[in-house]
């Protein structure tokens, strides 16, 4: 699976749109980018994926770039909840495997 | 409802005395997964299953084990923890297909090595 590198961390003020990059420049055309995110103390939660367009789903937009070497996550509010560190994972269709890599930590202020 | 569930969510145990996290599943799904997160890591994954078929990561270390002896239940074995195992073990499905395989988490069982 391709490699995925984020920021470290990012930080956005509540109510505001929070844009979180991830660039995947060895994606292979068979692999999904997913995100996933994991609140202090808790499992990992899926957020969204996609292959090739950009996705929209009650929690969040993914925009694949047309070269697919980048994304971005968009949560459009941001709440203090979503406050987490956050995994862009590359990984092909259909295969079983999803590895972590070290993810960006968003922190939403008041 | 939780649908993948983690028992229990914080377990002590001695050092060399072997342990065993479950895991159980209400969701039917093919593949299940057990990862390690140490404090401050990401999760790494230890192994998985597609169906009864085990899939061992190479750096696994040999004192992990794991049984599945049906669909719905998954099970971890220490077989002589050391302080470095000590770390959140956390359970997660999926349904690999050719569209998707998103994964469902549980919320893990932290483990401490005395």
């Known amino acids: 699976d391709a490699k995925t590198t984020q920021p470290t961390s990012m930080d956005c003020a509540e109510g505001r749109a929070a844009n979180l990059p991830c660039n995947h420049s060895t994606i292979s055309g068979n692999e999904y980018v997913y995100w996933y995110r994991q609140i202090h103390s808790q499992g990992p939660q899926y957020i969204i994926h996609g292959l090739k367009n950009n996705e929209t789903n009650e929690m969040a937009s993914l925009i694949i770039t047309e070269d697919r070497k980048s994304s971005t996550l968009i949560l459009p509010h941001a709440t203090l909840r979503d406050t987490a560190v956050y995994y862009c994972?590359?990984?092909?269709?259909?295969?079983?495997?999803?590895?972590f890599g070290k993810g960006i930590t968003l922190s939403v202020r008041p | 409802d939780a649908m993948v569930i983690q028992n229990p969510r914080y377990q002590v145990t001695q050092f060399g005395k072997p342990v065993t996290l479950s895991c159980s599943q209400t969701l039917n799904h093919n593949v299940m997964y057990w990862y390690q997160q140490k404090s401050s890591q990401a999760p790494k994954l230890l192994f998985h299953y597609y169906d009864k078929d085990f899939n061992n990561e190479a750096d696994t270390p040999d004192n992990f084990q794991s049984r599945r002896p049906n669909t719905s239940f998954c099970f971890l074995d220490i077989r002589s923890p050391g302080l470095g195992d000590a770390a959140m073990y956390l359970c997660a499905t999926s349904r690999s297909t050719f569209q998707s395989n998103e994964a469902f988490f549980g919320q893990g069982t932290r483990l401490t090595v005395v």
């Open positions: 994972i590359v990984s092909k269709f259909a295969n079983s495997k999803l590895t």
